[in-house]
Structure formats: structure tokens, C-alpha cells
């Protein structure tokens, strides 16, 4: 219990016990003195008695009724504690979730930053030997994969306020501007801009804008 709690029952414990005292030495016979002082000696001791054990017996229910309240004020207390704990865990484990969901989209952001870097060198290594060529191809397959990877994770752990973004985003850099990078003929340069900043800058910072709102501390 609260030390507040704990200093009234301090003060209701004293108030018994002296309460009980003076139902044993003083009230009695102030009691009998009231109702009963002509009386003969005997009929005055059995006064006093009979009324003894009356101002006692009331003990009994008090002492019952203040169990009663100290047990409903520690059930209390410790469902408002199992509560406060149930709700400091729930915190901490969406807080667990929002860590999770915020390395899953990092991850993304960073796969697609490099697989847009890899389509970027593909497209523009025309006059470069054939070994350069074929390192730029590779680049491009591997950061494909990882984009892709990422993207299902996303999928998996993240937000459903992310998943339309997440998808267009991957789905334009991996079919508009990973595979037309590397496509023959070479695309013109304003065709290439116009997928791979034009077209692309929109769906990258809308992903960015859903990951920033579902990140949010407020949610």
C-alpha cells in the first residue's frame, strides 16, 4: 500500500485499541453508572458485564469490515501496478516493432539508392572495355537482388501505411530503370532522365514520407 494508506490504517488500528481499552476499563461502568447507579451492588457488576462484552462484541464486525477495506485497497493496488506493468511492456514492445520496422525501411532506402547507382553506371558505360561491362552487370544483378530482398522484409515487418509506396517504388526502379539500363539500343538521355529522376524522385520520396508518418513517435 501507499504510505498514505498505511498511516490511516495506523490511525484506525489506534482507534480500536483505544477504543478497546476504554470497553474494558472505563465505558462499562460509566455506561451502567447512567442507567443502573441504584441498583444493588451484584446487579451493577452484572451491568457492567453484560455491558462489556456488548462494546466488545461491536469489535468483531469493525475489525471484519476493516479487513475487508484493507483487502480491496491492496486489490486495487495491485491491479492498477499489473496494469501500469502491462503497459509499460506493451510500450516497449511496439516500441521493439517500430526499431524493426524503421531498419527494415533503412534497409530499402539503402538497397535502392545502390541499385539505382549500379542502373545509373550500366547505362552510361557504352565506350567503357567489355570487363567494366560485365562489372556493371553483375553490380546491377546483385543490388537487384538485395532490393529485392529488402522490399520483402518490408513486406513482412512493415507498416500497411507504407506498402502501396514501397511497392510502386520497387517496381519502377527494377522494371523501368534497372532492366531499361540495360537495354540495346541505349535508351536516349532524356528518356533516361525522365525514368530514373523524372519519374523515380516522386515514388522515392513518397516511400520516405509513409516511412517518416509510421514512424512517427505519435503512433
Known amino acids: 500500500m501507499t504510505r498514505r494508506r498505511w498511516q490511516l490504517l495506523l490511525v484506525v488500528v489506534l482507534l480500536l485499541l483505544a477504543y478497546s481499552y476504554a470497553a474494558v476499563i472505563d465505558l462499562p461502568t460509566w455506561i451502567v453508572s447512567l442507567t443502573a447507579g441504584k441498583a444493588d451492588a451484584n446487579t451493577q457488576l452484572n451491568a457492567v458485564t453484560s455491558t462489556r ?67 545509373l553506371d550500366r547505362y552510361s558505360d557504352d565506350q567503357q572495355d567489355a570487363d567494366t ?20 522484409r518490408v513486406m513482412l515487418l512493415g507498416s500497411d501505411v507504407v506498402q502501396a509506396s514501397a511497392a510502386a517504388l520497387t517496381r519502377h526502379l527494377g522494371v523501368e530503370i534497372v532492366t531499361r539500363s540495360n537495354k540495346k539500343p541505349r535508351l536516349s ?31
Open 53 to 119: 462484552g456488548a462494546l466488545l462484541g461491536i469489535l468483531t464486525p469493525l475489525v471484519v469490515l476493516i479487513g475487508g477495506i484493507v483487502g480491496l485497497l491492496n486489490f486495487q493496488e495491485i491491479r492498477a501496478q499489473n496494469s501500469l506493468t502491462n503497459e509499460r511492456a506493451q510500450t516497449e514492445r511496439d516500441e521493439a516493432r517500430r526499431l524493426r520496422r524503421a531498419d527494415g525501411y533503412a534497409d530499402l532506402i539503402s538497397a535502392c539508392s545502390a541499385s539505382w547507382a549500379a542502373a
Open 133 to 152: 561491362q560485365l562489372g556493371h552487370i553483375k553490380a546491377l544483378r546483385e543490388t537487384r537482388a538485395a532490393m529485392d530482398l529488402a522490399h520483402d
Open 189 to 219: 538521355d532524356a528518356d533516361w532522365t525522365r525514368i530514373s529522376i523524372t519519374e523515380y524522385a516522386p515514388l522515392y520520396k513518397a516511400f520516405i514520407d509513409a516511412a517518416r508518418d509510421d514512424l512517427a513517435p505519435t503512433r
